[in-house]
């Protein structure tokens, strides 16, 4: 009876031993699908992404998927979870639109899985937290020490809106004479051009006139002339104010955001020395501007690295620090007047 209860007890502790690592281990199971497998031109569709979640995880994922030729993130992602024994089962969808005809790649994504200790985050079922994408943009999180599950790329086919009856039946391109459409008087419309043209003079110079001699004299000496220095350094501030305007990268447009500000800043940057064209790549250009300017710029020049980087795809940050490089590149060129002299 002795000798049966010490070797109930050693089965019993070797079992516990090879358990221990098990429970401690962290898997990463997950699976992608498509809404549909072909779909129309500027259709919404949707790529769904499962994700089994082990209990007391964190699971990371990003917000979009990249941009691809012909198709790009039409919203952030939303995502749902379910209790699936222990663990649980999380959703993930990410809506994409297709711009152009044709088989389309979809991007493939990955996501992150490690433990939940000291991580915070929306709860899932079993103990398991949703932890933030930007942690891992940062390293804040290093992806090393995590378990990778990668959804690889798929394909999705893009119909056109054309079909064959229509080209069949003499469908074509109509003529510009039709935008405007024949019942337009051109004689009529040339004369509220005019008159429009006409009544801002007028107000104009009213405006002009209600004013003090002194005052009128500044005034019309304060005018830039045209494509003058002052009227390019406030065309690429409004243009600038512009773009943050249109919200783009709090829709997941992220890389047309940095797309769309880096450029203002490289048109307004070229005027300063006639060498500096498009020719120049932008780390060239921004190579240029360091050295004539002492590197006194570190965040303009770490702003356009950053979105050379998001244009090529590898860079997804989040609106905050999206609209914090924005906020760099316009503090810059609002700083810069008189900067070529």
């Known amino acids: ?5 010490m070797t109930a007890l050693m089965v019993a502790v070797v079992a516990a031993r090879g358990a221990a ?14 809404s549909a497998d072909t779909i129309g031109l500027g259709d919404v569709f949707q790529l769904f992404v499962t ?28 995502w749902s979870a379910e209790s699936a024994g222990d663990g649980a089962t999380l959703t993930l969808t990410y809506p994409l639109i297709a711009f152009r005809v044709g088989l389309a790649p979809v991007p493939g994504l990955d996501v992150f899985i490690g433990r939940a200790a000291d991580v915070g985050g929306e709860r899932l079922p079993g103990g398991s937290v949703v932890g933030s994408w930007r942690d891992i943009e940062t390293g804040t999180v290093v992806s090393a ?25 003499g469908l074509e391109p109509r003529p510009p004479a039709d935008v405007l459409g024949p019942g337009w008087n051109r004689l009529a419309f040339a004369t509220m051009l005019g008159l429009s043209v006409l009544l801002l003079v007028i107000a104009r110079s009213v405006a002009l006139s209600l004013l003090p001699d002194r005052q009128r004299e500044e005034a019309l000496a ?3 002339p045209p494509d003058s220095d002052l009227v390019r350094w406030q ?4 243009e600038l104010d512009r773009i943050l305007a249109l919200g783009l990268h709090t829709e997941g447009r992220t890389d047309e955001f940095y ?6 800043v490289r048109t307004f940057v070229e005027a300063f020395d006639a060498e500096w064209r498009s020719s120049l790549t932008s780390s060239e250009l921004m190579g240029r501007l360091e050295a004539s300017t002492n590197g006194s710029a570190s965040e303009l020049y770490a702003s356009m690295r950053a979105a050379e980087i998001v244009k090529f795809g590898l860079l997804r940050p989040d609106a905050s620090t999206a609209e914090g490089h924005w906020g760099d590149l316009r503090t810059w060129v609002h700083a810069s007047r008189g900067i070529e002299s």
């Open 1 to 5: 009876m002795r000798w049966a209860l």
């Open 21 to 34: 690592p098990a429970a401690a281990q962290v898997t990463a199971e997950a699976a992608a699908t498509l």
């Open 51 to 78: 994700v089994e979640v082990s209990p007391g995880s964190a699971v990371y994922f990003p917000d979009s998927v990249a941009t691809a030729f012909a198709l790009e993130s039409f919203r952030p992602v939303t």
């Open 145 to 169: 020490s995590l378990t990778r599950a990668a959804i690889p790329r798929r394909e999705v086919w893009v119909s056109s809106i054309i079909v064959l009856e229509d080209i069949a039946s």
């Open 222 to 224: 304060s005018a830039p």
């Open 235 to 238: 065309k690429a501030l409004d």
């Open 259 to 264: 797309s769309r500000s880096s450029a203002v």
